[in-house]
């Protein structure tokens, strides 16, 4: 049976995940790459029916007046579903991480023992508007050994149904069980409650959205949450910086995919640049049609930006805005991203080794970076096939999470007769 049954409740769905978790621990990593070339497949092969099912999901945010960040995020076409399978394959290409030994030692009486990976056993995820999560965290987590239940949202229920259905059938093919990968979006908000509910069942849970659902589901869950932030990112231009570099860095940064979390919401200039960066900067914005808005003193630099609004600095635009502000050093600068920034990811521009190391020690983000575009902190850049999120956390996992971030540990002692002193 390749569908979820109607009849059935979120935590009869619950316990099926937690028996096919224990039948995928018992899988080798070559049974589950075979399981997701078969994914990838049913995926190419699904496309017409996947681009119908999102085509009507589009049509009602539209009538919804979802944000066009959400659409953009929603909407799958043949370039985005050739890169999904894509994705799975390289997901399936990867090192298997289940077994591996990461440390062990044998003790002056015999005995050995090993601290080796393992599945965490059930992975939830509950997201928004984004049909490529279902296929992404449902690849890695079968790839990892670990079976997932998905709360997608309503706004792509559409496509994420018809995703989750192909999926199921193609692993029940490959000779992987079907209730490995499960969905809860027939139930709606309850049954996202109900997930968020179920310690001892589910074994860790990933939000993966706006602030408003982290938050939500930080606060509400009994379950151990790995957060995944929200991406108030900042990009840092220093008194030495190169105009054509930074101008470069930033646009790509804001405009080159304005709807994701890795995008540059905050651009903070050093007077001593300012006269010369601005111009530039501002010539590459406006013509990637960005709204510029900024405080006093960059509005004095040019009249074309735009007055920041009184959260301007906290505000994960999504779309094409940008914040733009003045600063005095490199300690205001350092300073103004730890009161306003979400700890995803931050930026310099700098010839300066001296500044460059001074950000990357103490600008405290999941990832800092010199002279490179906000737009490479992804998990598939990273070499991770796909990521499930962008942990802003510090326990665990930190930055894009791949399959090592979708274990964890246990420790295998062998003996042969020894006991303690």
Not at 83 to 105: C, K
């Amino acid at each position: 049976m390749t569908e979820n049954a109607s009849a059935s409740t979120v935590s009869q769905r619950l316990d099926a995940a937690r028996r096919a978790s224990r039948r995928l621990a018992l899988t080798t990593g070559s049974e589950r790459e075979s399981a997701l070339e078969a994914v990838a497949t049913a995926i190419e092969r699904s496309a017409n029916e996947i681009l119908s099912a999102n085509a009507r999901d589009i049509a009602r945010g539209r009538e919804n007046s979802l944000a066009a960040g959400l659409l953009d995020r929603l909407t799958l076409n043949e370039t985005r579903i050739s890169g999904l399978a894509d994705a799975v394959r390289s997901i399936g290409a990867l090192t298997d991480p289940v077994g591996e030994v990461l440390r062990g030692s044998v003790l002056d009486n015999g005995v050995k023992i090993e601290q080796v990976r393992v599945p965490f056993g059930v992975v939830g995820a509950i997201y928004e508007a984004r049909p490529n999560v279902t296929v992404d965290i449902a690849a890695l987590a079968l790839r990892s050994g670990n079976a997932v239940v998905l709360r997608g949202g309503s706004a792509a229920i559409e496509s994420n149904t018809t995703l989750t259905r192909i999926l199921r059938g193609a692993i029940m093919d490959a000779g992987l069980p079907a209730d490995a990968i499960q969905s809860i979006d027939d139930f709606g908000r309850d049954g996202a409650r109900e997930l968020m509910q179920a310690r001892g069942r589910v074994d860790v849970l990933i939000p993966r959205g706006s602030a408003s659902l982290i938050n939500t589901v930080v606060a509400e869950s009994s379950v151990p949450v790995i957060e995944t932030g929200a991406g108030v990112v900042h990009v840092y231009v220093d008194a030495d910086a190169d105009a054509a570099m930074a101008a470069s860095i930033i646009v790509n940064a804001k405009a080159q995919r304005p709807s994701v979390c890795n995008a540059a919401e905050t651009l903070l200039i050093h007077t001593d640049a300012a006269h010369e960066v601005l111009p530039s900067v501002m010539h590459g914005l406006l013509n990637a049609g960005v709204t510029v808005r900024g405080d006093e003193r960059a509005r004095a630099l040019d009249a074309r930006i735009e007055a920041a609004a009184p959260d301007e600095w906290s505000t994960e635009h999504l779309e094409l805005t940008l914040g733009v502000r003045i600063v005095d050093s490199l300690d205001e600068a350092i300073e103004h991203i730890d009161t306003y920034s979400t700890h995803h990811t931050d930026a310099i521009i700098t010839k300066s080794v001296r500044s460059s190391e001074r950000f990357l020690a103490e600008v405290d983000s999941a990832v800092v970076m010199v002279n490179a575009s906000t737009r490479f902190t992804d998990g598939g850049v990273f070499g991770f096939g796909a990521e499930v999120g962008i942990s802003t956390q510090k326990l665990h996992a930190r930055g894009p999470m791949g399959l090592a971030e979708l274990t964890s540990t246990k420790w295998l002692v062998r003996g042969d007769g020894q006991v303690r002193a």
